[in-house]
């Protein structure tokens, strides 16, 4: 008689048939089935509250009524139909976008991720332009492909064996670790001024784009302080580039208030890139730009599932949402009350070292020593393990992976920021041990302005 074996779990079956680079978060990783809201549950029948929203991806809440009540619909009438053929979500959301996007945007090409929606602005700039030099930040995240990777400025993610030339990399307006060791505003906002002098030095002298995140995300929630990007924009400019304003992470009320982060800057972008939120699961990308830009893009360009109706129809469905529930006034509201809360852990815990953000896009910066700034990965793990026993899911990054990143979906409460602090309370508690405690309350802002 054959005895069979029992079937493999699913993170059994994820370890097994997967490639290995398809990581998991937490020492025991976590199998997810069902999610509603701001919870998610495990297949162990564990709940959670989502802090991270899938990396800012679950923008208007899982399974949102609204938004999966419209994508049945589409997939009842119409699931799939080629770029090659007009179809009316698409036309409908290109419309809208047009009607809310900042500036002079107006056309749009519709994709499936942030890295194709990234690979079609450079392309659009180069050909606009006719020169192929791209300025970009270290720290950025930009995608997975060959151009994307060569774009980022993270030598973590950069694990390629060859990278595509004609990209050069600006220091990232990172105030907390200045790479002039200076202190805003009396620096000047000396890293966007750096940006002609790297052109005149690095590049032709003249350029195609400058390209930049609003706010850094996978840099560790990296926000530029006021004046950045009219400065940076200008100098870019000034030397033949467009501007590319990535809002991959930081779209759709993200911040608070307005649809876009970049609109918290007086500049207006030539082009524009989102996804993520956009589609609060769905799979879909955009690469917006004017008329000018997208009119000299050449030829025939195709692809696959650009357009196609249910992820459009899914995205038209969540600018509803947020519009109907007034989900920017809350993400601005809620996330004022994070930060706050943030900012009462960072006078208890001497792990913090830094928090930044816009609305409910919130980072806390992990160091052993606030004076010397040195990162404390080791501490974001215990807060991780921490947050999660406690049924809290977080998000993390950085370049040195020592920055706590909440992505909390547009609909959170002042209850569950409340939950959140709690748990990161406890897990802080841990990452205390292992660095430099607080001086003498008499000594502490002498510390932190040194």
């Not at 589409?74 to 699931?79: E, G, I, M, N, P």
């Not at 000034?238 to 992470?249: H, N, T």
Request: glycine share 8%; aromatic share 8%.
């Amino acid at each position: 008689m054959t005895v069979s074996s029992p079937p493999l779990s699913t993170l059994e079956k994820h370890k097994e048939f997967l490639f290995p680079a398809v990581a998991t978060y937490y020492k025991e990783p976590l199998a997810l089935i069902k999610g509603s809201g701001m919870h998610v549950w495990d297949d162990q029948n564990n709940k959670y509250l989502d802090c991270f929203g899938g990396v800012l991806t679950v923008s208007v809440g899982h399974a949102h009524p609204t938004v999966t009540a419209a994508v049945i619909e589409q997939v009842q009438t119409l699931v799939h139909a080629s770029a090659l053929y007009a179809n009316k979500p698409q036309s409908d959301l290109a419309e809208k976008l047009a009607q809310i996007a900042p500036g002079d945007l107006k056309k749009s090409f519709f994709t499936s991720s942030g890295t194709e929606a990234n690979d079609t602005a450079i392309m659009a700039a180069k050909h606009a332009t006719g020169r192929s030099d791209i300025v970009v930040l270290r720290h950025s995240y930009s995608g997975r492909s060959a151009t994307t990777l060569s774009a980022c400025g993270h030598s973590t993610w950069k694990k390629w064996p060859a990278q595509v030339a004609g990209f050069t990399h600006a220091h990232a307006p990172y105030c907390y670790r200045c790479p002039f060791n200076l202190k805003y505003p009396s620096c000047g906002i000396k890293c966007a001024e750096d940006i002609e002098e790297l052109i005149q030095t690095t590049t032709t002298g003249e350029i195609a784009a400058f390209m930049a995140e609003s706010i850094l995300g996978v840099g560790g929630f990296i926000v530029p302080p006021p004046g950045y990007f009219e400065k940076a924009y200008a100098i870019a400019r000034r030397y033949g580039g467009l501007c590319i304003a990535d809002e991959v992470q930081t779209a759709w009320g993200r911040t608070g208030d307005n649809w876009f982060a970049i609109e918290k800057w007086d500049v207006k972008p030539d082009i524009m890139v989102s996804a993520k939120g956009m589609g609060n699961g769905a799979p879909i990308a955009l690469t917006m730009a004017t008329s000018e830009v997208a009119d000299k893009y050449p030829g025939v360009t195709f692809a696959t599932y650009g357009g196609n109706p249910v992820s459009m129809t899914a995205a038209l469905a969540v600018i509803q949402v947020i519009e109907e529930e007034n989900l920017r006034l809350n993400a601005r509201t809620t996330g004022d009350y994070l930060r706050s809360r943030l900012e009462e852990l960072k006078e208890k815990h001497p792990s913090i070292g830094d928090v930044r953000g816009m609305g409910l896009m919130q980072g806390i910066e992990l160091v052993k020593d606030r004076k010397t700034k040195e990162p404390h990965p080791e501490g974001v793990i215990d807060v991780f393990e921490e947050t999660k026993r406690r049924g809290v899911l977080i998000g993390k990054g950085g370049l040195y992976g020592n920055v706590i990143r909440t992505g909390m979906p547009l609909i959170a409460s002042r209850s569950d920021v409340d939950e959140l602090v709690e748990a990161l309370d406890a897990g802080l508690t841990l990452a205390d041990k292992t660095c430099t405690p607080f001086p003498h309350r008499a000594h502490v802002e002498e510390v932190e302005s040194a």
